[in-house]
């Protein structure tokens, strides 16, 4: 049964008008918050205003599919690889990301799940937290001296994906699966006829899930550009949901500060006071007039937070 705070929505569109209408009888005299998203499931999510507390109202959580392809490297040559898993410095973008559910299943308290994942919720997903030894930094799940993998058999679809990363591209106007050429038996060669046929494969199995990939809970494990992204298919279904098709909307990363004005004179439309919104809403922009229009988008439906920002 769902805890304190948390209200479940059948999951289907059809039921959509039912269900407002009973969320609105319920909580009409508190709602503060209400924001939707229709695709292959109904979230609705709003805050409940409580003096000066507001609490959220609705998680919903999508059970995780299993990854159909396989790998495209077994085990043999992946545990003993020293790139894999461990980093250069604590705040890499490549540590492995956690679904809302795989935190759940892999923390049985609020202590654990702050050690291993640094959040406390569930509701967006995570990144796991670093554990540093011997001057360098690892996956809290890892055995660095072994190298072997505590979860290996059950390690989260970012980890199954690698070294396929699910990304947004340099400008953030689309989404697509790439290599990361960190990985070394792809360096030489990102383009064989392996890499190909397997990217093919997994794009299929992204587009199919795509609606869950885009929920809340999941949507983390998108990757922000990095120099090693090499393209190997796109995926415009997952775009679709997540930034758009069309009209021009790329989604806000952190360098897009420099487009907003300074805080201490329009704290309404600082960029903090939006971005500090990016894990529970999907942020998304684009040059408008003389100006940058900000919408936050979800599962096909959009509002727009502010009037238009910065300069373009």
């Known amino acids: 049964m769902p805890g304190p705070g948390v209200l479940w929505v059948p999951a289907y569109p059809a039921e959509k008008n039912r269900c407002f209408k009973e969320i609105e009888t319920a909580i009409l005299d508190k709602l ?45 040559t992946c545990l003993p690889c020293p790139v894999c898993c461990v ?5 890499t973008p490549f540590r492995p990301f956690f679904t809302g559910e795989e935190i759940s299943s892999r ?52 980890c199954r994906l690698y070294p396929f990363m699910i990304a947004y591209t340099l ?6 699966l790439v290599l990361d050429l960190h990985c070394p038996p792809f360096r030489d060669d990102p383009d064989s006829a392996r890499v190909r046929g397997h990217a093919a494969q997994l794009a299929r199995f992204i587009e199919d899930q795509a609606a869950w990939i885009a929920a809340p809970a999941v949507r983390g494990i998108v990757a922000h550009p990095q120099e090693t992204h090499h393209p ?25 500060r420099r487009r907003f004005p300074d805080a201490q004179t329009s704290f309404t439309r600082a960029f903090l006071s939006h971005y500090l919104w990016r894990d529970r809403m999907n942020l998304v922009w ?27």
Do not use: W
């Open 171 to 176: 400008g953030g106007e689309r989404v697509h």
């Open 232 to 256: 190997v298919a796109p995926l415009p279904k997952l775009t679709g949901l997540l930034i758009g098709r069309g009209g021009g909307f790329r989604t806000l990363f952190p360098g897009d």
């Open 32 to 76: 503060s918050f209400v924001f939707t998203a229709c695709s292959r499931f109904l979230t609705v999510r709003a805050l409940f205003q409580t003096g000066t507390r507001e609490i959220p109202l609705l998680l919903y959580l999508p059970e995780m599919p299993r990854l159909d392809p396989s790998q495209i490297l077994t085990s043999d």
């Open 87 to 91: 980093f250069p410095d604590r705040s």
């Open 107 to 158: 923390s049985s308290n609020e202590m654990e799940r702050i050690h291993l994942f640094g959040t406390l919720t569930t509701a967006t997903g995570s990144q796991a937290e670093l554990v540093e030894e011997d001057d360098r930094f690892h996956c809290p799940f890892l055995e660095l001296s072994t190298h072997a993998c505590r979860i290996y058999r059950d390690r989260p679809l970012d």
């Open 286 to 312: 684009k040059p408008f007039m003389d100006g940058l229009l900000l919408a936050a988008f979800e599962g096909g439906d959009s509002f727009i937070p502010c009037p238009p920002v910065g300069a373009a």
